[in-house]
């Protein structure tokens, strides 16, 4: 089993920066992708940015240029720099990661979510 804890976020006001970051802990398994989402009220939640286990990204269009996904896996953490706030980025953003592990005799992928961290920017 795999436990996720984000810490970051907070108030911000637009045109400012936050960082955030997710750790995860548990034992026996290994870490493939990590990522996080973002969820507006009333919005679908939606990818804000990933990173493989080697390391490449990919960007949502609106956070381009903007936002900085990293990973550190010696200390199985992600982390997303925010730069350039815009008050469309307000949001509960949730850390995603990708595990695969033994489940019985079978090796099985898992997708885990931390339990969420407000971001609020304001104008």
């Known amino acids: 089993q795999v436990q996720l804890v984000e810490s970051g976020g907070g108030l911000v006001q637009s045109g400012g920066s936050l960082s955030l970051s997710c750790a995860a802990s548990?034992?026996?398994?290994?870490?493939?992708?990590m990522g996080w989402y973002r969820q507006a009220p009333g919005k679908q939640r939606e990818l804000v940015a990933r990173?493989?286990?080697?390391?490449?990204?990919n960007y949502a269009d609106s956070v381009k240029g903007r936002f900085t996904i990293s990973r550190d896996n010696a200390k199985k953490t992600v982390y997303l720099r925010m730069n350039s706030l815009k008050p469309e980025d307000t949001a509960v953003y949730y850390c995603?990661?990708?595990?695969?592990?033994?489940?019985?005799?079978?090796?099985?992928?898992?997708?885990?979510w931390g339990q969420g961290t407000q971001v609020t920017v304001s104008s």
């Open positions: 990173i493989t286990s080697g390391s490449r990204t």
């Open positions: 548990g034992s026996g398994f290994s870490i493939n992708a």
């Open positions: 995603n990661v990708e595990g695969t592990g033994w489940s019985g005799l079978s090796v099985v992928t898992t997708n885990y």
